[in-house]
């Protein structure tokens, strides 16, 4: 038995290896398919086919918002990295530059493995400001303590989104106000390229006018950055308007070459000159050619964090309430800027729910604690990713390039800087006009939801927070119910929504109550 077995497998050998060359001649074969399978499994992964996008398309998508968002790189130094603690310590411009990109790159990448789509995640601004102005410089909090405390919003957002119940608070939001989130966010975005760009700039309180914000300088469009940016808006509306693939990453690249000559005849230089400011200059960056490459990026800044000592140094009421005050502004800023962002990209069902909602809940709240622990505070949802979706992005593929470009950002510093905030300004403009269609979605007709929709809209631009337009219109939208007789309607999310938002308006007085 056994021989006859040994005898057999003997046999069988010669025809087995008459059969490897065979297998070697297809080979080559398989090999000329391995891209492509490649490329299908990225397909099947990303659902790049079914949301009516291409590989290229989701390259090209993912630099577009890269650009869009770059300028977070160099801002958010200048708000976090110059502000002094109790100590005395600032945490310096280039260790943040270096944090900022790190926590861009991670998070972005993270969302588009886990919840596939195109969304990037960097530092919320607003958020960084309350941090350095009023949990630093205010309360006293050292940079270790204040981002501590990031952490721990960090923590509650991502449990609140395990539980379900951002979710839930999500699906109780009538589509009237979530289209008016779409809107205000698009209006927001304008702002934002307007003022950037130096075409929308504030007036100043000695100027002896009531008039808070003004045309360019003096009323006139008097620098060339600013006519950088008019040129830029009429060639990504140009192109936009006659269908060009890739038309608003086409326009960045051309806008960026023409401030590069612009700057190469008039060095028009930076806004701020040995600390003065020189208002005709770029507002960040200055488009000219790099003196290097790069280098390799500073980042002492991760891991100094202590998630207990604030509640020690201010006590845990006062603690407490700032932590509320992260919570409720990541909570609804994130919400709403993903409500906008899969609408805009066609993702939401005929509800307006963003399919796995869940999910990328869950991811974005990891944010806070990861831009907590990297010292470049919290990160959310960027807004101005929605520059890559104007330009094609569907899916998560587009992130990956975008969080790849931000983690290079950290060693090629000097390259990214070469395109000029005036140069991507226009995108967030054209971006802002497509959003604005969605207005036809809100019932005017209902006095009751056309007026807290309205606010909604109109008070996110004008103080410059998704998290203000929100809170306003949740709570007039509770008010205008209530008076009017349809408080059974509200569903009792809604209630507790505005009674939070009621507590985060009037934060000041309870914390002057408090300290009292």
């Given amino acids: 038995m056994e021989n006859g077995t040994h005898t057999d497998n003997k046999r069988t050998d010669p025809q087995r290896q008459r059969t490897d060359p065979t297998r070697q001649r297809t080979d080559p074969t398989r090999q000329r398919t391995d891209p492509q399978r490649r490329v299908g499994r990225l397909d099947s992964f990303f659902h790049i086919t079914e949301r009516g996008s291409t590989v290229i398309t989701e390259m090209r998508a993912g630099l577009v918002s890269f650009f869009a968002m770059a300028y977070i790189v160099i801002l958010n130094p200048l708000i976090l990295g110059t502000t002094e603690d109790f100590t005395g310590r600032a ?17 972005t990448i993270l969302f588009g493995i886990f919840a596939k789509y195109p969304f990037g995640i960097a530092t919320g601004l607003g958020i960084n400001t309350m941090v350095a102005v009023t949990f630093v410089a205010s309360e006293g909090l050292s940079w270790e303590e204040a981002m501590g405390l990031v952490v721990i919003d960090g923590v509650i957002i991502v449990i609140l989104g395990l539980t379900g119940f951002r979710t839930a608070v999500f699906l109780a939001i009538p589509r009237s106000l979530k289209a008016a989130m779409s809107v ?27 008039v808070p914000v003004g045309l360019g300088i003096d009323g006139s469009i008097a620098s060339w950055p600013t006519l950088t940016f008019v040129i830029g808006l009429i060639i990504c509306g140009l192109l936009v308007a006659r269908n060009v693939p890739g038309g608003l990453f086409i326009g960045v690249v051309v806008n960026t070459i023409i401030a590069m000559i612009i700057e190469a005849l008039t060095g028009a230089g930076p806004s701020f000159v040995d600390g003065k400011p020189n208002p005709a200059g770029w507002n960040l960056a200055v488009p000219e050619l790099p003196s290097s490459i790069g280098g390799i990026p500073d980042l002492s800044l991760v891991g100094s964090v202590d998630p207990f000592g604030a509640f020690a140094r201010i006590g845990a009421l006062t603690a407490s309430l700032l932590v509320f005050s992260l919570v409720l502004a990541n909570f609804f800023d994130a ?41 470049s505070s919290s990160n959310t949802v960027f807004v101005d990713s929605a520059a890559g979706i104007a330009d094609g992005a569907r899916t998560g593929l587009a992130n990956i390039v975008t969080g790849g ?45 056309a007026l807290p929709s309205f606010l909604m809209m109109i008070v996110m631009p004008f103080t410059y927070s998704i998290t203000n337009g929100i809170g306003v219109g949740f709570v007039s939208y509770a008010a205008m119910m209530l008076l009017s007789g349809r408080a059974r309607k509200v569903h009792w999310l809604i209630w507790l929504i505005a009674a939070l938002f009621l507590v985060y308006f009037g934060m000041d007085p309870i914390m002057n109550a408090v300290h009292g």
């Fill in 91 to 107: 945490l310096g411009i280039p260790q943040v530059a270096a944090v900022t990109a790190l926590a861009a790159g991670v998070m």
């Fill in 184 to 210: 205000g966010i698009g209006l927001f975005i304008t702002m934002i390229g307007l003022v950037d760009a130096g075409f929308v700039r504030r007036v100043p309180d000695a100027a002896g006018t009531t």
């Fill in 335 to 375: 919400m709403g800027t993903m409500t906008a962002l899969g609408k805009q990209a066609g993702l939401t069902d005929e509800n307006d729910i963003l399919p796995g909602m869940k999910q990328a809940l869950v991811v974005e709240g990891c944010g806070a604690i990861i831009g907590g622990a990297a010292s």
């Fill in 405 to 449: 470009l931000f983690l290079a950002a950290m060693f090629l510093t000097p390259l990214y800087e070469v395109v000029p905030i005036e140069a991507a300004a226009p995108v967030l403009v054209i971006v802002g006009c497509m959003m604005m269609g969605q207005v036809k979605d809100i019932d005017f007709t209902d006095f009751a939801i």
